[in-house]
């Protein structure tokens, strides 16, 4: 799907979101083909949490802040809505038992593909046609600053 140039940080993201969403599926029904996916369960929540810790949380701020005002109302319920969930998720995965780990990887990449599908296909082309060009390359430019630079320089650091 063609996207703006000012979104595209969000869209290569997304990309990162479906990779993960895959793999977990993938690796926790046993599928062969989990593309590099770990095949215990500790390490599929440790590729869960970091996701969160390096895509997911800033990911998620950035959306809300930028494209939320933006948004119709019920839009901005559900992607606010959808983000906490992902967030519960993550966390239940983290620190729960074997059995409600797995339940919530499970909905964690559920979930996860679900609502970058409907980001991509819904909620980014609405935004794309109603905010004015202007507006848009500000909301590119804090994206570009806060995702791209803001991991380039994290990656420089470590």
Request: net charge negative; hydrophobic share 40%; proline share 4%.
């Amino acid at each position: 799907m063609k996207r703006s140039r000012q979104l595209k940080p969000l869209s290569s993201e997304h990309h990162q979101a479906l990779l993960v969403a895959f793999q977990l599926r993938n690796a926790l029904d046993g599928h062969p083909d989990s593309a590099g996916a770990p095949k215990d369960l500790p390490g599929q929540v440790a590729l869960a949490r970091r996701f969160e810790e390096q895509v997911l949380r800033s990911h998620v701020r950035a959306e809300e802040d930028l494209l939320g005002r933006w948004l119709a109302q019920r839009d901005t319920r559900r992607l606010a809505s959808e983000h906490a969930e992902l967030l519960r998720l993550v966390g239940i995965a983290r620190d729960g038992a074997a059995p409600d780990q797995r339940a919530a990887l499970h909905a964690f990449a559920e979930l996860l593909e679900r609502h970058v599908h409907w980001e991509e296909r819904e909620l980014f082309p609405y935004a794309e046609g109603h905010v004015d060009e202007a507006t848009l390359a500000t909301i590119g430019g804090e994206l570009e600053r806060r995702l791209v630079l803001a991991r380039s320089d994290a990656k420089s650091a470590s």
